[in-house]
C-alpha cells in the first residue's frame, strides 16, 4: 500500500508493506478514543504504522492531521515549543505555546501524531493531557516504547509482523538494494527463518534485507548470531538511531534507569523464555527478589521484554535482538560467568524438584513444566558441561526420566556419554550411577543391548554399594530388561528381586514395568499361561496407577501374551485399546509396536495390504525416535513377514510398506483406529441448518469471536481468563465439571477457592458475551449452550480434514473436503493467544492434521497432472513442516518433473544443511538415492 499524499505527515520513499489489519485496527480504536498510543520495541515499525493510519484518515474522511517529531527535543520544558514550532503555530498573544496551540485547534476537528514520545513521557503526558482537555475536537495518536499514562488512553503494543508481510518487506527491500534480487522456492524458507530470527521486526528485516547486495540470503542468516555488526545501513538520509539495529536498541536503553539496565542484562541468560520465579532466582542479588517484579513490569512496559499469560502465570521473554544487545551489555559488565552459574542452578533445582514426580501420576503436570523450559534447560547442560561438570554430570542423571518421557532419546543419550566421558565422572559416585542409568534405560530401549549392559551393571554396582535401594530396584529392572529382550532367563532374578522392593514400597510405575517384563519373558520361553498372568498383574498395577499411557502399554503386552494363546479377536481388541490409550498420553516406541501387532491381526486375517501398511507405519515412528526392534519381537515378526512377502507381489509389498511409512503418526492411527470408538476426539459442533449460529468462535489463525452478530474485538475482554473459558469449552463441547475447569485455571487452589473464582470468571464471561445463558449447565458439567448453535472452526476443520484423509486413503478423491479443509485453516490453533497448555494436543494435533491434508492435496493435484498446483502445496508443507522428510522429497519429485532439476538437487543441498545446522543429522537413504536418481536424470 502506497501512502496518500498528505502535506503534514514526512513522505516515504519506499512502499508502506502489509499491515493491512494493523492499520484497521489502529484506525478503528482512533474512531473510538481521542489518545490512541502505538507502543513497542524499537524498529518495531510504530512510526510507519502511524503514517500509514494518518494518512488513510486524513485521505478518506478529509482529516486534518497535524505531525510533531519529538526525537530531537532533549529538553522536556520545551516540548510544548518544538511542537509549536514544527506546525507553524506562533504565540503572538503570550499565551505560551500550549495556549497558542489550544487557541488555533479549540473548534476544530485534528489529529495531531506525536512521533517518539518515550525520552520525555512525563512532559509529553502532561501535556497532551492538557491540550486534549483544551480542545474537544482533538485526537493525539502517539508512537512511544511505553504508553503515556493518562486517563482516556489506549496503548494498543505494535505486534511483529506477520510472516507472510516480513517476508514480503524483505524482498522489497532486498530489491531496493539490488533490483535483480527475486522470491524463489529456494531462497523462501531462508528468507522465512531469517525474519523469524528478527522476531519479525520491520527495522531489522530491513537492515538485513539491505546486505543482499554483498550477500546471499543463508550467508546473512549464517551471520544473525552477531546481527549487530551485520544490520548496519550505510543510508545518509537515515534517522541515526535507525541506521543500525544496536543505535535503535541503545536508544531504548539510555532510557532506563540503572536497576532496570542492570536487570535487562542479566535476563539474556535465559533462552526460550522464563517465569518470575525464574527471574528472582537467577537475576536478583541476595535478599533483593522483591524488587524483580517491579523491575521486570517497567521492562515490559518500556517493551524490551515480552509478557504473555498462560495457566494464570506470567511468562516473559525477550526479543532475540534485545537478548543478544543486553548479553553483550552483560559481558562488559563481568557478570556472565555469574549469571549462568545461577542460570544452571535454577534449571538444576527445576530437574530435581521434577524428578521424583516423572514416575508418578504428577508426571504430566512436571513434564509440562519441563518442556516448557526446554531451551533453557538445554542451555544450562552446555554451559555447565564447560563450565561446572560436576553440575552437568548430576543435571544429566536427573533429567533420565524426562528424556524417556518425552522421546527425546537420542538427545538423552547423547547427553548422558557426555556426561560419563567427563573426568568428573570417573569416581564411582551417586551422580556417576545416575548418568549410567539414564544411558542404559534408553540404549536398553533402543536395543542397544552391549552398552546398555555395561552401564546398568556399573549402575547396580554403585547403587548397592551406596544403599540407594530405590536406584537398586530400578537399574535391576532395566538390566533384567536387556536380558529380557534377547530371552536370556537370568533376566528373571534381576526383576524378581527389583518387583520386590516396587512391592514393599508400592512403587506403582516400577511394580507395572517388573510385571509386565517378567510378563515378555514368559512369553518368549511359551510359558503362555505364566505370561498372562504377570500381564494382567501389569494392567492391574497400571489401572492404578492411574495415566493412559502407562495403561496403554500394559494392555498391549498383555495383547501379546494373548495371541500367543490364540485369541485373534481378543488381542485385537487390546491392541485397538492400548493404541487409543497411548494416543492420548503418547510413547512412541509403543505407537510403533502397536501398529506392528495390529499388522500381526492383519497379517493372519489375511488383510496383507493393510499388514504391510501398518509395519510400515510403526517403522517410520521406529526410525524418528531412533528405535530398533526388540529380539523376541523381530524373531516373532519375521515369519509374519515371510507370509506377507509369499503372498504378495513385490511391488505390492513395497507399496503397502512405503504407503505406511508415509502415513503420519496421527494418520496411522487413524487407520488403526477407524473401527473403534476413539477414546479422545476433538471438538465435534453440531450445528444448525434451519438459522445461522449464534455464537461463532474462530480459532484457526487470528482469534474472531461472534456472540448475536456482534464481534467481540480484544478490547471487548477486559478478562483474559473469561476469554479463555470461552475457548475451553468450545474445545469440549461435551463440557467440563468444575473441578476440570479448576484444574485447568487455578491448579493449586482449595476446593472452596475454585468455586469462588469459578464463578466470578463465569460472571465475567456471561458480563462480555451480554448473554447470561451463553453457558449451559448440563447435570454437573458445564457447556456453551446448544441452543446458541455454537460454530467452533476447528471442529469443522478436524471432520472435514478426517472425511478427506480417510477417503484418500479409499483411492477416492475427496477434492472439496481437501479445498474446504485448507480455506478453513487460516492458521494455527489459538495463534497469538495467551491459552493455557490444555490447549496444546489440540494444536499440535491440528496442525499435523493440517501437514496431512497439504500432502494428500499435493498428490491428488499430481495425479491429475498439475505439478505447479502439487508445488505450491508442498512448498506451503515444507514451509509449515520444515523436517517432513518425505514432502521434500516429493517437492524435489515435482521439480524434476516440471524440468527443473537443478532446482530440485539445490532444494536438495538446502534442506541437507538445513538439517545438520538445526538437529545434527543426516538425510534418510530415500532422500539420497532420489537426489542420485535426479542427477542421473532418471524418472522420478
Avoid at 485547534?105 to 517518539?116: G, M
Avoid at 492383519?602 to 495390504?609: D, I, K, L, P
Avoid at 495467551?834 to 490447549?839: F, K, L, P, T
Wanted: a negative charge.
Amino acid at each position: 500500500m502506497t501512502q496518500p499524499l498528505v502535506p503534514d505527515l514526512p513522505v516515504q520513499l519506499s512502499r508502506f508493506v502489509g499491515r493491512a489489519a494493523e492499520v484497521a485496527e489502529v484506525r478503528r480504536l482512533l474512531g473510538e478514543m481521542r489518545l490512541v498510543t502505538l507502543t513497542g520495541a524499537g524498529g518495531s515499525g510504530k512510526t510507519r504504522l502511524a503514517i500509514e493510519a494518518a494518512a488513510q484518515l486524513a485521505h478518506e474522511e478529509e482529516r486534518e492531521v497535524a505531525w510533531a517529531e519529538l526525537a530531537g527535543v532533549s529538553d522536556p520544558s520545551l516540548l510544548a515549543h518544538a511542537v509549536a514550532e514544527q506546525l507553524g503555530v506562533r504565540d503572538e498573544r503570550g499565551a505560551g505555546a500550549t495556549g497558542a496551540l489550544v487557541a488555533r485547534w479549540r473548534d476544530r476537528s485534528v489529529l495531531l501524531v506525536l512521533d517518539n514520545c518515550e525520552h520525555l513521557i512525563d512532559a509529553a503526558a502532561q501535556w497532551v493531557d492538557a491540550l486534549l482537555r483544551g480542545c474537544p475536537g482533538v485526537s493525539v495518536l502517539a508512537t512511544s516504547r511505553e504508553p503515556l499514562g493518562i486517563a482516556g488512553e489506549r496503548a494498543w503494543m505494535v505486534p511483529s509482523l506477520a510472516a507472510t508481510d516480513a517476508t514480503q518487506l524483505f524482498v522489497e527491500r532486498a530489491r531496493d538494494a539490488a533490483p535483480a534480487f527475486a522470491l524463489s522456492p529456494g531462497n523462501t524458507p531462508t528468507i522465512a527463518e531469517i525474519c523469524s530470527r528478527l522476531d519479525g521486526l520491520p527495522l531489522a528485516i530491513e537492515l538485513a534485507a539491505a546486505r543482499v547486495k554483498l550477500l546471499a540470503p543463508e550467508q546473512i542468516l549464517a551471520r544473525l548470531d552477531d546481527s549487530f555488526r551485520l544490520l548496519t545501513s550505510r543510508a545518509r538520509t537515515a534517522v541515526p538511531r535507525h541506521k543500525t539495529l544496536r543505535a535503535t536498541i541503545d536508544w531504548s536503553y539510555a532510557l532506563l534507569s540503572a536497576p532496570e539496565q542492570a536487570l535487562l542484562d542479566r535476563l539474556s541468560v535465559f533462552r526460550g523464555g522464563f517465569t518470575l520465579d525464574a527471574a528472582e532466582a537467577v537475576c536478583a542479588d541476595e535478599g533483593a527478589a522483591a524488587e524483580v517484579l517491579d523491575v521486570l513490569g517497567m521492562l515490559v512496559d518500556r517493551s524490551l521484554v515480552v509478557m504473555r499469560e498462560a495457566h494464570g502465570a506470567a511468562r516473559y521473554a525477550l526479543l532475540e535482538t534485545v537478548r543478544q544487545y543486553a548479553a553483550e551489555r552483560l559481558a562488559g559488565r563481568g557478570d556472565t560467568a555469574t549469571l549462568q552459574h545461577r542460570h544452571a542452578a535454577c534449571f538444576a533445582a527445576l530437574a530435581a524438584a521434577a524428578e521424583p514426580h516423572l514416575v508418578t501420576q504428577a508426571r504430566p503436570i512436571w513434564l509440562e513444566r519441563l518442556e516448557r523450559d526446554i531451551d533453557n534447560v538445554r542451555h544450562a547442560l552446555a554451559w555447565s558441561r564447560e563450565a561446572d561438570p560436576e553440575r552437568f554430570l548430576e543435571l544429566v542423571g536427573r533429567l533420565c526420566w524426562f528424556w524417556f518421557s518425552t522421546g527425546f532419546w537420542s538427545e538423552g543419550r547423547r547427553w548422558s556419554e557426555s556426561a560419563l566421558a567427563l573426568p568428573v565422572a570417573a569416581s564411582p559416585t551417586r551422580a556417576r550411577a545416575s548418568a549410567l542409568f539414564a544411558a542404559g534405560v534408553i540404549a536398553s530401549l533402543q536395543d542397544d543391548a552391549a552398552p546398555a549392559r555395561v552401564w546398568l551393571e556399573e549402575a547396580v554396582a554403585i547403587a548397592e554399594a551406596h544403599g540407594d535401594a530405590r536406584l537398586l530396584a530400578y537399574a535391576r529392572n532395566y538390566l533384567g530388561l536387556v536380558f529380557v529382550s534377547q530371552g536370556r532367563s537370568e533376566g528373571e532374578t534381576l526383576v524378581r528381586e527389583a518387583l520386590a522392593w516396587f512391592a514393599e514400597n508400592d512403587d506403582l510405575y516400577g511394580l507395572r514395568l517388573a510385571w509386565l517384563l517378567l510378563g515378555a519373558l514368559y512369553t518368549a520361553q511359551g510359558s503362555i499361561d505364566r505370561a498372562l498372568h504377570a500381564t494382567e498383574e501389569g494392567v492391574a498395577a497400571a489401572r492404578r496407577f492411574g495415566l493412559p499411557r502407562e495403561l496403554g502399554i500394559a494392555l498391549q503386552m498383555l495383547g501379546s501374551a494373548v495371541l500367543r494363546a490364540g485369541d485373534l479377536d481378543r488381542a485385537a481388541r487390546l491392541f485397538l485399546d492400548s493404541l487409543a490409550a497411548l494416543r492420548a498420553d503418547p510413547q512412541h516406541l509403543f505407537l510403533a509396536r502397536g501398529l506392528e501387532m495390529l499388522g500381526v491381526v492383519a497379517c493372519e486375517r489375511g488383510a496383507y495390504t493393510e499388514a504391510t501398511t501398518m509395519f510400515g507405519a510403526g517403522e517410520a515412528i521406529r526410525e524418528r525416535i531412533g528405535a530398533g526392534t526388540m529380539p523376541a519381537d523381530r524373531a516373532y515378526f519375521t515369519p509374519r513377514l515371510e507370509t506377507l512377502r509369499a503372498a504378495m507381489t513385490p511391488a505390492d509389498f513395497d507399496a503397502g510398506w512405503a504407503a505406511g511409512k508415509r502415513l503420519s503418526l496421527e494418520a496411522a492411527l487413524d487407520r488403526a483406529l477407524a473401527g473403534r470408538e476413539p477414546v479422545a476426539t476433538a471438538p465435534v459442533v453440531a450445528t444448525s441448518l434451519a438459522r445461522a449460529p449464534q455464537l461463532v468462535v474462530r480459532a484457526l489463525g487470528p482469534l474472531e469471536i461472534e456472540c448475536g452478530g456482534r464481534r467481540l474485538d480484544a478490547d471487548a475482554w477486559t478478562s483474559g481468563k473469561a476469554k479463555e473459558l470461552l475457548l475451553h469449552l468450545a474445545c469440549h463441547p461435551a463440557g467440563r465439571t468444575r473441578e476440570q475447569i479448576g484444574l485447568v485455571f487455578w491448579p493449586d487452589a482449595s476446593t472452596a477457592q475454585i468455586k469462588n473464582s469459578f464463578h466470578v470468571l463465569l460472571h465475567r464471561l456471561r458480563k462480555t458475551i451480554e448473554r447470561a445463558d451463553v453457558v449451559h449447565l448440563d447435570g454437573e458439567r458445564y457447556r456453551l449452550n446448544p441452543a446458541l448453535d455454537p460454530e467452533f472452526d476447528a471442529a469443522r476443520f478436524e471432520t472435514l480434514a478426517v472425511r478427506a484423509l480417510r477417503a484418500v486413503r479409499a483411492s477416492e478423491e475427496p477434492w472439496r473436503e481437501l479445498d474446504d479443509a485448507l480455506a478453513l485453516y487460516r492458521g494455527d490453533l489459538f495463534d497469538g493467544q495467551n491459552v493455557g497448555d490444555w490447549s496444546l494436543d489440540l494444536h499440535q494435533r491440528l496442525r499435523r492434521m493440517h501437514h496431512d491434508v497439504l500432502a494428500a492435496a499435493a498428490d491428488l493435484r499430481l495425479q491429475r497432472g498439475d505439478v505447479g498446483g502439487a508445488v505450491e502445496l508442498l512448498e506451503r508443507l515444507t514451509r509449515a513442516d520444515e523436517f517432513r522428510e518425505e514432502g521434500h522429497r516429493q517437492l524435489m519429485r515435482c521439480y524434476a518433473r516440471a524440468g527443473q532439476r537443478e532446482r530440485a538437487l539445490q532444494h536438495h543441498e538446502w534442506f541437507v544443511a538445513r538439517l545438520a545446522q538445526r538437529l545434527d543429522a543426516p538425510p534418510e537413504p530415500a532422500t539420497v538415492a532420489l537426489r542420485d536418481r535426479i542427477r542421473r536424470g532418471e524418472s522420478v
